[in-house]
């Protein structure tokens, strides 16, 4: 589908710069949930119809991220797709991680009797040493819209021999990303992705899946028919980190993951970043390689505010978000309210 078609399937009100925070949905996303809310609430059928939902939604995620499905796990958060890997270090294990981090990739390691080393994020790389046992970070930091040294990040870990997590919420939907180059991926799928919360995805690289123990084993991780009793039977690949998933998020991310996979990441990477630099350039600032931008002058979440731009308040800055459904006269918009 062409670019220019098919953001017509997203309908944000003007102003709409937050997908930092959530993404909006497209038109046949919210249309696939229509059905089964009314089959829910009349107790039409059983949840099975449903479920056919996830398997897409993990295939076209998969080929999101130039994966294998069975190397794809279904979460509800990044922070239980993380949380197995950390419980699998042993104690006093060194995880290096940036030291702005958000939570949902930091608190997974230090509610662990580990020891969490947090460096700026320019300094990762160097961080990482024979003592790492592990590096974790964000693809694309949360509060300042930093994308990381990727390329030296993998490379110190490799020839250091470091587990290497990342977390690609703040990425993967408009950042190309390849979870093939990592150990684990983790993704909320909320923000960029543009499904509903209650949707994440993991990557566990099968060279580590038999070093982390699947902590929250359940019946929907099972081999077969694994709804009652023992022996423990869970899937040979990554779905035996799966949790039953909420189907109705599901039901709407197949959809929208199909449909951004039908558009590709290259065009939304370019669209969003050129935005991001033509709100930058307005603002006197140097262009940058992502499609977040903060704002650090004073007032300006309010002047954003009074002037219908919703957008957010991180570390004390503005924090605004471009993405495929933004248009120019919604960046003009909030350089008006700004300049």
Not at 128 to 145: D, E, N, Y
Not at 185 to 211: I, N, Q
Not at 264 to 282: C, K, Q, S, W, Y
Request: one cysteine or more; a negative charge; glycine letters at 8%.
């Amino acid at each position: 589908m062409q670019f220019v078609d098919a953001v017509k399937l997203w309908e944000p009100e003007p102003g709409w710069l937050n997908t930092a925070s959530y993404g909006v949905p497209p038109r046949p996303a919210f249309e696939a949930l229509q059905a089964p809310l009314d089959e829910w609430r009349r107790g039409a059928n059983g949840w099975e119809k449903w479920d056919e939902s996830t398997g897409r939604a993990r295939t076209a995620f998969a080929l999101l991220v130039g994966a294998m499905p069975g190397d794809i796990a279904l979460g509800a958060s990044a922070s239980q797709v993380l949380a197995p890997v950390a419980a699998s270090l042993p104690p006093g294990s060194r995880v290096v991680v940036p030291d702005i981090e958000h939570t949902s990739n930091l608190f997974p390691w230090l509610v662990h009797d580990l020891d969490v080393h947090t460096v700026p994020p320019a300094d990762l790389p160097a961080a990482i040493t024979q003592r790492t046992a592990a590096v974790a970070f964000s693809l694309v930091q949360s509060a300042t819209g930093e994308v990381a040294p990727i390329d030296d990040i993998v490379a110190a870990a490799r020839a250091h021999g470091a587990l290497l997590v990342a977390d690609a919420t703040q990425a993967a939907g408009w950042l190309p990303v390849d979870a093939t180059r990592f150990d684990v991926l983790a993704v909320s799928a909320y923000k960029w992705l543009t499904c509903p919360r209650g949707t994440a995805f993991g990557y566990l690289s099968p060279a580590v899946r038999d070093r982390i123990r699947p902590t929250a084993a359940n019946w929907y991780a099972g081999e077969g028919n694994a709804s009652y009793g023992p022996p423990l039977r869970l899937a040979k690949d990554a779905r035996r980190f799966d949790i039953a998933p909420p189907w109705f998020s599901y039901v709407a991310a197949a959809p929208t993951l199909e449909l951004l996979l039908d558009i590709g990441i290259d065009p939304i990477h370019e669209h969003d970043v050129r935005l991001a630099n033509r709100f930058r350039t307005g603002l006197g600032m140097a262009p940058s390689n992502s499609a977040i931008v903060t704002v650090s002058k004073p007032g300006s979440a309010e002047r954003l505010a009074a002037a219908g731009i919703r957008a957010s308040v991180r570390n004390g800055g503005s924090r605004v978000a471009f993405h495929l459904y933004t248009t120019e006269a919604d960046v003009d918009a909030a350089l008006t309210a700004l300049t």
